[in-house]
C-alpha cells in the first residue's frame, strides 16, 4: 500500500487582492465616521463657547464702574447722628453702549427732598450693610459735562446720590431733626441706622459692589450695588 503525500506548496493559504480591499475599505470608513463624530462634537463646542463669549462681552459693555470714592452724608433724626446720604461717581466702560439712567425721584433744595419723579428708572440700586438689605432704594442723579438726556455714554460721568432718609432742607443739616425717615425706598421706622463713630461720617469711602472694612474697628462698612 502506498500513503501518498501532499506538496507543501498546497498546503499554504492567504488573502487575495479583493479580501484584502474589503477590509482596507471598512477600516476607512469606521475610521471616517469616527473622525467625523470627532469633528461634529469640536464644532458643536466651539460655538457653544463662542456664543458664551459673545453673551458676556454684551452684558460687560452695559456694566458700570465707579470712578472715584463714595462719599456719606450726616444728618440727624432727632439727636441721633446717622448717615442719610451717599454720593458716587459713575461711568460707563470704554465703548459700552448707551445706559439708560433716568431717575426715580429729584432733588430741588427745597421741602422735602428727595422728590418722586413721574418717570420710570430702568437702573434699581441695592444697599446692603451689616443690619439690612434695602432693594430699589431711592436715588438722584447730575450728569457731568454737557450730556442732555438721561443715557450715560461711553467717556461720560454722572453723579448719583443714594438717599437712604428724607432730607428736611429748611432745618440745618447740623441741627435735630434735619432728616427723617422714609415711607418707602429707603429706610424707615422700622430700619436700623447707619452710624459708625470710628471716623468722621462726613466722609467715608466704601465699596461698590464689593465689601469695605473699617481699618478701625473692623467693621464692614455699606455696601451699593447698582443694576
Not at 197 to 225: I, K, N, Q
Request: charged share 15%; with cysteine; net charge negative.
Amino acid at each position: 500500500m502506498t500513503v501518498g503525500t501532499t506538496p507543501q506548496s498546497e498546503l499554504q493559504q492567504g488573502i487575495t487582492g479583493l479580501e484584502t480591499a474589503i477590509i482596507l475599505i471598512a477600516f476607512v470608513v469606521v475610521a471616517s465616521v469616527f473622525a467625523f463624530t470627532v469633528l461634529s462634537t469640536g464644532v458643536f463646542a466651539s460655538e457653544r463657547a463662542k456664543e458664551s463669549i459673545f453673551a458676556g462681552l454684551q452684558q460687560t459693555k452695559n456694566t458700570l464702574r465707579p470712578s472715584g470714592s463714595v462719599i456719606a452724608y450726616k444728618g440727624f433724626v432727632g439727636s441721633t447722628a446717622a448717615i442719610f446720604k451717599f454720593s458716587l461717581i459713575v461711568e460707563a466702560i470704554a465703548d459700552a453702549d448707551p445706559i439708560d439712567l433716568t431717575p426715580p425721584c429729584t432733588a430741588d433744595g427745597s421741602g422735602t427732598d428727595p422728590d418722586s419723579s413721574v418717570t420710570t428708572n430702568k437702573t434699581t440700586i441695592v444697599y446692603i450693610d451689616d443690619n439690612q438689605i434695602l432693594q430699589n432704594v431711592s436715588w438722584t442723579i447730575d450728569f457731568l459735562g454737557t450730556g442732555t438726556d438721561n443715557m450715560l455714554d461711553s467717556g461720560e460721568k454722572a453723579e448719583i446720590q443714594v438717599w437712604l432718609m428724607n432730607r428736611t432742607t429748611a432745618t440745618a443739616i447740623t441741627s435735630n431733626s434735619s432728616v427723617n425717615y422714609m415711607a418707602s425706598g429707603g429706610l424707615t421706622s422700622s430700619g436700623i441706622l447707619l452710624t459708625h463713630g470710628c471716623e468722621p461720617m462726613g466722609a467715608v469711602a466704601v465699596g461698590v459692589g464689593t465689601s469695605a472694612v473699617c481699618a478701625c474697628c473692623g467693621r464692614e462698612r455699606p455696601t451699593l450695588w447698582l443694576s
